[in-house]
């Protein structure tokens, strides 16, 4: 089945540490993005990328890092630079930069401890 | 850049129909989208208006207007299960959401 993965879906990291957010899709799009939603909150994007081994950055990608060195894959760090890194972060992807049908990933929630 | 408004909260009666409301300030426009986000899931895709007017999917509808920088999520038949939050999306180069509109439903 074609879709888009996570994982994992639940991450506690010390504070001071950096930790990777996996996220592979096997739909064939070129668009991939990460967002960032706090309780209650809507979806704030970190960073987004249209093809491979190019990734612009979102409106909150302070403390964050990405690559995207194969198309079906877009992971997520979270660096010890990122002074509140306790939420819930979705990935998504679609067909193209003209498309705007998003399939979400089930999301990672991370906690810092 | 973008921008998209939309209510917090909306309540209704199940049965009954809501109307959820969506304005947009853009710097280029590819369209307005709706998605669903059940508490603790991921959001799922629900429309898409291209075009100004009404698209139906179901009890679900979805309208835009270009002119007025103006769309809505039009909800019928209101079951209890369709309690979550609604995003509005408009896009440039990246997809933008609102910041979504919780729906509050009665029995």
């Known amino acids: 089945d074609g879709g888009i993965t996570q994982s994992p879906k639940y991450l506690f990291r010390k504070e001071g540490q950096n930790v990777t957010l996996s996220c592979e899709q096997n739909l064939n799009h070129d668009a991939m993005y990460w967002y960032r939603q706090d309780p209650g909150q809507g979806l704030r994007l970190i960073y987004y990328?249209?093809?491979?081994?190019?990734?612009q950055k979102g409106d909150i990608a302070e403390g964050y890092s990405v690559s995207r060195e194969k198309k079906e894959s877009f992971p997520l760090t979270v660096t010890s630079a990122q002074k509140n890194p306790t939420a819930f972060y979705l990935c998504a992807s679609s067909m193209d930069m003209k498309n705007t049908e998003a399939f979400f990933g089930q999301g990672t929630r991370l906690t810092v401890v | 850049g973008q921008s998209l408004e939309q209510p917090s909260e909306v309540t209704a009666v199940e049965g009954a129909i809501v109307q959820i409301n969506c304005t947009y300030q853009t710097s280029g426009f590819y369209g307005l989208s709706w998605y669903q986000q059940h508490d603790g899931g991921a959001p799922t895709f629900l429309s898409y208006n291209a075009l100004d007017g009404l698209e139906e999917t179901g009890r679900f509808s979805s309208f835009l207007s270009r002119s007025d920088s103006y769309g809505y999520l039009l909800l019928q038949e209101l079951q209890m299960k369709d309690s979550a939050s609604y995003f509005c999306?408009?896009?440039?180069?990246?997809?933008?959401f609102g910041k979504g509109t919780r729906l509050h439903i009665l029995p």
């Open positions: 999306a408009g896009r440039d180069d990246k997809i933008i």
């Open positions: 990328s249209q093809i491979v081994n190019d990734f």
